[in-house]
């Protein structure tokens, strides 16, 4: 089965990699670049960090040398990234910004100082205030940003039959939707299906006429991966 990968790098030759694992055919389709900042990281008076992203652990041990601090990662991928940037305590949410909050606030009694969220540009929902709505100080530190690619090369070359198209956020969902529209090969999705990484991605991909819109049962790529197999 052929696929789609939509993520940006490092992320997609990773996917792809575990897609040749399990006998899937990946074609690597980044519809972003991310593109890390170059900033001084100030952490007086931080207690913790949290990431609701892998990228924003990449960004940050990019800028910074602290690895003491607890993390706070949103889900799997970001808590493993985490630990392989030698992070020693980390502690792993259910995959969303409502639970990651909520994990906070369930340890946040460790927590000496304000929660630093390294964040990007574009966020799925506001952990800051989240937090601060359970009267816990947080603050955000923007290191990076996902650029939106204007063409897919990869779609304009016509290089988009396949089987399944790999979704991994609403925003990547609602370009890959709108790059379909600019490229004018709406009728070659009726062909393919969507495996997304949560609800919210296969609600932001139902604007397009799938043959059908799959999500994972947990939110990581293991998970999705899974799906596609079972649904050969």
């Known amino acids: 089965m052929r696929v789609l990968v939509t993520r940006p790098e490092p992320d997609a030759s990773e996917f792809a990699a575990l897609c040749r694992e399990?006998?899937?055919?990946?074609?690597?389709?980044?519809?972003?670049?991310?593109?890390f900042h170059d900033e001084k990281v100030d952490?007086?008076?931080?207690?913790?960090?949290?990431?609701?992203?892998?990228?924003?652990?990449?960004?940050?041990?990019?800028?910074?040398?602290?690895?003491?601090?607890?993390?706070?990662?949103?889900?799997?991928?970001?808590?493993?990234?985490?630990?392989?940037?030698?992070?020693?305590?980390?502690?792993?949410?259910?995959?969303?910004?409502?639970?990651?909050?909520?994990l906070i606030a369930d340890h946040h009694a460790g927590v000496s100082g304000?929660?630093?969220?390294?964040?990007?540009?574009?966020?799925?929902?506001?952990?800051?205030?989240?937090?601060?709505a359970q009267d816990i100080s947080a603050r955000r530190i923007v290191l990076y940003e996902a650029r939106e690619a204007?063409?897919?090369?990869?779609?304009?070359?016509?290089?988009?039959?396949?089987?399944?198209?790999?979704?991994?956020?609403?925003?990547?969902?609602?370009?890959?939707?709108?790059l379909v529209k600019v490229e004018g090969i709406e009728n070659q999705i009726s062909e393919m299906r969507a495996v997304c990484l949560s609800e919210a991605v296969a609600d932001a991909a139902k604007t397009l006429d799938w043959r059908s819109i799959h999500t994972a049962k947990r939110r990581n790529s293991a998970a999705m991966i899974a799906l596609m197999k079972e649904n050969a």
Not at 159 to 178: E, G, I, M, N, Y
């Open 150 to 178: 204007a063409r897919s090369p990869q779609m304009s070359e016509g290089r988009t039959q396949a089987d399944w198209v790999a979704l991994f956020s609403p925003r990547t969902a609602t370009l890959f939707a709108k």
């Open 43 to 102: 952490l007086a008076g931080i207690g913790a960090l949290a990431f609701t992203s892998a990228n924003g652990v990449r960004a940050f041990a990019q800028n910074s040398s602290e690895r003491k601090l607890p993390v706070f990662a949103v889900g799997e991928a970001t808590a493993e990234i985490a630990k392989e940037n030698g992070f020693g305590e980390v502690y792993v949410a259910g995959g969303d910004v409502e639970a990651l909050a909520a």
């Open 22 to 35: 399990n006998g899937l055919d990946p074609v690597l389709c980044p519809l972003m670049e991310v593109v």
């Open 114 to 132: 304000e929660v630093l969220h390294v964040a990007g540009a574009a966020r799925a929902g506001d952990l800051v205030a989240a937090l601060k």
